[in-house]
């Protein structure tokens, strides 16, 4: 069982060297901040998963005592039924019967509608941690976003307005690798909601996450080949 699941402890540990990787390379570098937020934001992720996995032991409560309500009154109105007298006793079953019913299905909706309300609790906080983890993939792609390896051509020429470039052909390649190693990460946090909540809504929201993280990398993995050519025409 030990890989079958998704330990956080050891994506929190994958975070943090990381970052010392970065520091290693670029220690004054707004992507080093990035990375320590990242292993914050993993923290409070792997805490809630683990929390998500405990049931609402209130609302479970709630549920039950509903459920005991409805059966006390399906039995009380049973009770109530009269057979003493043949002209009137089936007109009573009937009424009866039709309130027992309509008892059991208000029951039933109540215990359905409770039992939903926990998965829906349950939902909004995934989708709060799956936000901070969108804006986190979107933060990285940011920093991605000017590393342009067409810079290191010899007849490149940057315009006015072009931004300072000042990493070597092997800096740009390991700190486009960071960035891609960082949205990995990303995948892996928002991969722990889904294991921890067994929903269809919160593995498509998983899911997408992962995806964009997915895309992104693969913007960035263009840019390392792009390295590589300008290497070998070099």
Request: with cysteine; net charge neutral; charged share 20%.
């Amino acid at each position: 069982m030990l890989y079958r699941t998704i330990d956080p402890v050891r994506v929190i540990e994958t975070a943090r060297l990381l970052e010392a990787r970065i520091a290693d390379r670029f220690p004054d570098s707004g992507l080093r901040k990035v990375a320590r937020e990242l292993i914050a934001l993993g923290e409070d992720i792997a805490q809630g998963a683990a929390a998500l996995e405990a049931p609402v032991r209130w609302l479970r409560v709630l549920t039950a005592v509903t459920v005991l309500i409805g059966l006390l009154i399906i039995a009380f109105v049973m009770t109530i039924l009269s057979f003493d007298r043949i002209s009137t006793g089936v007109f009573d079953f009937v009424q009866g019967i039709e309130a027992a019913l309509n008892t059991i299905l208000i029951a039933g909706l109540g215990m359905l509608t409770l039992t939903q309300t926990e998965v829906r609790l349950k939902r909004r906080k995934v989708f709060a941690g799956l936000h901070s983890l969108r804006s986190m993939i979107h933060v990285i792609d940011m920093h991605q976003l000017t590393k342009d390896p067409a810079a290191l051509s010899a007849d490149f020429e940057p315009s006015e307005h072009s931004p300072r470039r000042t990493l070597t052909a092997a800096e740009l390649l390991r700190y486009l690798d960071y960035c891609s190693e960082m949205l990995s990460i990303t995948g892996k946090l928002a991969a722990l909601y889904a294991q921890s909540v067994n929903d269809e809504v919160v593995v498509q929201a998983v899911n997408d996450v992962e995806n964009l993280g997915t895309n992104l990398s693969r913007k960035i993995w263009q840019k390392i080949t792009m390295i590589g050519d300008v290497g070998t025409r070099g």
